[in-house]
């Protein structure tokens, strides 16, 4: 796997969008690329400064699951191998080492305009909502539950999907809305699925997933596919088990590091929160960078490739 820092792709095909970290480009009417780079936001601010391997550990730990759980929902995954990849788009060929161990090929679909949220446990916005409030998602939540709380069984709360901006907390009934009645409880029962069974999974390797949110797309013939990343550190939080205590926030394997330092820099008011984001010191990127990487060994049993 190659070794090359990817902040931004520029590839010989259509560019079909730029997210907060992911190019999507065209292949064909039924095929598209998306290329993971090691770009890194929090408090929904794009950082200056990559993190090392990120692009890769979202590759190929959603390529993972994708397979681990093919069974209970199908995706758009088609494959994360960079020799099949070029094999089937030869114009990729001169960018094969760049595109190595974060490139995956994927069936085209149109994506639905909701974040699908699954929360096992009581943590980030909805601990705060629910402090505030008694409330998730505008939902009353029984009286009396700490931070970090289990909740069984776990909770659907779907949100707004923003590019750029933050994401926004909705009803169910404002989902309803959005994508119709009949798609918004295929949608629920499809993330409650997925949910349950990656988290059994990773109770298997010694991870709590607390929460997680899931993307769907529709294909031309109507088929519901979870699309993007799935069960990885930027889309959900990741406990270890063995340090697990309800009542207080809980140590992570995701951007932890990364949060810490600019949740400093905001209370000592050298950063408003807002773009553009402050420059990481070194110490920071290396142990976000180990963090992912960790995570990738501890659900998978397998360093990531090209990686000690």
């Not at 309803?176 to 009949?182: I, K, L, Y």
């Not at 960078?289 to 990531?304: D, H, K, N, V, W």
Request: charge should be neutral.
């Amino acid at each position: 796997m190659s070794d090359v820092i990817l902040k931004e792709s520029a590839l010989p095909l259509p560019l079909v969008r730029r997210g907060k970290v992911r190019e999507v480009y065209a292949v064909d009417d039924e095929t598209l690329l998306l290329v993971a780079s090691d770009r890194v936001s929090a408090f929904d601010v794009v950082l200056p400064n990559p993190i090392p391997r990120k692009g890769a550990v979202l590759t190929q730990l959603s390529a993972w699951w994708f397979h681990a759980l093919a069974d209970v929902v199908p995706s758009h995954f088609l494959s994360a191998d960079v020799d099949q990849i070029v094999a089937q788009v030869p114009a990729l060929a001169p960018h094969k080492r760049l595109l190595a161990g974060r490139a995956m090929l994927c069936r085209r679909t149109t994506p639905l305009p909701v974040e699908c949220v699954v929360r096992g446990y009581l943590s980030g916005s909805a601990w705060a909502e629910y402090r505030e409030r008694g409330t998730l998602a505008g939902e009353p939540l029984p009286p009396g539950l700490t931070e970090s709380a289990r909740l069984d069984p776990a909770i659907f709360s779907p949100a707004t999907k923003a590019d750029v901006g933050h994401d926004e907390n909705i009803t169910f009934a404002q989902m309803e809305t959005s994508v119709g009645a009949e798609v918004a409880s295929r949608l629920r029962a499809a993330s409650l699925a997925l949910y349950a069974a990656g988290r059994d999974r990773a109770a298997t390797r010694g991870i709590i997933i607390a929460d997680t949110k899931f993307e769907f797309g529709r294909t031309a013939a109507g088929e519901l596919l979870v699309i993007d990343e799935i069960l990885t550190p930027d889309s959900s939080r990741f406990w270890p088990a063995d340090q697990y205590a309800p009542g207080r926030g809980q140590p992570s394997f995701d951007k932890q590091p990364l949060r810490d330092y600019l949740a400093g820099l905001r209370r000592e008011k050298r950063w408003s929160g807002e773009a553009p984001g402050p420059d990481l010191p070194a110490a920071v990127v290396q142990a976000t960078s180990e963090r992912y990487r960790a995570a990738f060994r501890q659900i998978t049993g397998m360093p990531l490739p090209g990686t000690a």
